[in-house]
T-cell receptor, first 110, second 112 residues
Framework: EDQVTQSPEALRLQEGESSSLNCSYT??????LFWYRQDPGKGPEFLFT???AGEEKEKERLKATLTKKESFLHITAPKPEDSATYLC???????????FGKGTRLHILP | DAGVIQSPRHEVTEMGQEVTLRCKPI?????LFWYRQTMMRGLELLIY????????DSGMPEDRFSAKMPNASFSTLKIQPSEPRDSAVYFC??????????FGEGSRLTVL
């Protein structure tokens, strides 16, 4: 069965303190790995797509990387407005099913 | 574009009642997804459609749940009869590019 596991479940950082979130996956035939951001009371918002090992994508203070077994979301010098839940999702097999991990709740302290 | 529109935003009902959640996807998107989110289980895929056709409903919990997409601009998720364990936030999402989902604001369901 396809599985997506995110760690840590929650992370508190001081403003400016860089860190990384992890997403490990067990799927047959990965077609794409996706990162989303979710603010309280809102639906998830798409951030990045990664298709193959070695690929990297960047957006402001966020950088996503992909290996054959996991993905990392690196947050450089975060600001309080980066506080949110970050969700990882995968698309595997021959259909368009998108499976999400449970997310990492990130809190940046001013 | 107004984005994915869901209604109602909040619904409180009593056990045994029928619940209908509605979704209007973004125009031009050909895939539509229904997810349920709880603290314990995270985001669970219930069902998804391609070009209005249900492709995979293996995530639908049981026969009490049903979903329809009569046309490209409207979908419903129905729960009949509802139970307290159905309490959750239900999200609808649409996409054109696989994996790049646009989510609605969600419908928060409370079953007493």
């Amino acid at each position: 069965e396809d599985q997506v596991t995110q760690s840590p479940e929650a992370l508190r950082l001081q403003e400016g303190e860089s860190s990384s979130l992890n997403c490990s996956y067990t799927v047959s035939g990965l077609r794409g790995l996706f990162w989303y951001r979710q603010d309280p009371g809102k639906g998830p918002e798409f951030l990045f797509t990664l298709y193959s090992a070695g690929e990297e994508k960047e957006k402001e203070r966020l950088k996503a990387t992909l290996t054959k077994k996991e993905s990392f979301l690196h947050i450089t010098a975060p600001k309080p407005e980066d506080s949110a839940t970050y969700l990882c999702a995968v698309q595997a097999g021959r259909d368009d099913k998108i499976i999400f991990g449970k997310g990492t709740r990130l809190h940046i302290l001013p | 574009d107004a984005g994915v529109i869901q209604s109602p935003r909040h619904e409180v009902t009593e056990m045994g009642q029928e619940v209908t959640l509605r979704c209007k996807p973004i125009s031009g998107h050909n895939s539509l997804f229904w997810y349920r989110q709880t603290m314990m289980r995270g985001l669970e895929l219930l069902i998804y459609f391609n070009n209005n056709v249900p492709i995979d409903d293996s995530g639908m919990p049981e026969d009490r749940f049903s979903a329809k997409m009569p046309n490209a601009s409207f979908s419903t998720l129905k729960i009949q009869p509802s139970e307290p364990r159905d309490s959750a936030v239900y999200f609808c999402a649409s996409s054109f590019i696989p994996g790049e989902l646009f989510f609605g604001e969600g419908s928060r369901l409370t079953v007493l």
